[in-house]
């Protein structure tokens, strides 16, 4: 079964770089029929695709967020990771790790989320 | 842009159905999906495809996608099924979901 897991730091220092790790079991992160994605969710609003990547190491990334996103996979450790850079207030937010099962393959969907940690951004 | 609206909230008597709206330019041409949000939880995928349901979720949800619309239509709806719906669709090589309908059950 797939399951994955976020790990971070739950307080930034504005200007400063935000780095989350999500820990994958139950499948590859190189898996072929597998996709993985990052999404947040401010306290009370709603959800907000970060950035998804490929068993290819192909990136996607949400329009608005680009310029400071970068999502990468290690196939080492088995985990994908995102970091956000010059993080603001506006960056405070559940972050949560997902991932698309094979049997979802060739849809864009997340049936697979970690149970999100909160980052909160203030000096 | 691609954007995807839904209504802030949506009310339902327990046993009758519920219906949810998703609207995006030929949102009918892409493929539709649908989260489940509980308070301080995190979100369920309920329909993908537009229509399917995933192993485990209720046969009371379905969906449907045409024009420039999708439809999260809740059946018998019951006390457990309060929450936050979300759409979510894929355009351009970006992931994009709708703001969230809060659907009460009283």
């Known amino acids: 079964q797939l399951q994955v897991q976020e790990s971070g730091p739950g307080l930034v220092t504005p200007s400063e770089t935000l780095s989350l790790i999500c820990a994958v079991s139950?499948?590859?992160?190189?898996?072929?029929?597998?996709?993985w994605g990052w999404i947040r969710q401010p306290p009370g609003k709603g959800l907000e695709w970060v950035a998804s990547?490929?068993?290819?190491?192909?990136?996607y990334y949400n329009p608005s967020l680009k310029s400071r996103v970068t999502i990468a996979a290690d196939t080492s450790t088995n985990h994908f990771s995102l970091t956000v850079s010059s993080v603001t207030a506006a960056d405070t937010a559940i972050y949560y790790c997902?991932?698309?099962?094979?049997?979802?393959?060739?849809?864009?969907?997340?049936?697979?989320w970690g149970q999100g940690t909160l980052v909160t951004v203030s000096s | 842009s691609f954007e995807l609206s839904q209504a802030p909230s949506v009310s339902v008597s327990p046993g009758q159905t519920a219906t949810i709206t998703c609207s995006g330019d030929?949102?009918?041409?892409?493929?539709a999906s649908w989260y489940q949000q509980k308070p301080g939880q995190s979100p369920v995928l309920v329909i993908y495809?537009?229509?399917k349901r995933p192993s485990g979720i209720p046969e009371r949800f379905s969906g449907s996608n045409s024009g420039n619309t999708a439809t999260l239509t809740i059946s018998g709806t019951q006390t457990m099924d309060e929450a936050d719906y979300y759409c979510?669709?894929?355009?351009?090589?970006?992931?994009?979901f709708g703001g969230g309908t809060k659907l009460t059950v009283l």
């Open positions: 997902a991932g698309r099962g094979a049997e979802f393959s060739g849809n864009y969907v997340f049936n697979s």
């Open positions: 139950g499948a590859s992160v190189n898996s072929e029929t597998h996709y």
């Open positions: 990547i490929y068993y290819t190491g192909l990136t």
């Open positions: 030929q949102l009918g041409e892409k493929y």
């Open positions: 495809e537009d229509h």
């Open positions: 979510q669709a894929w355009d351009s090589s970006t992931v994009l």
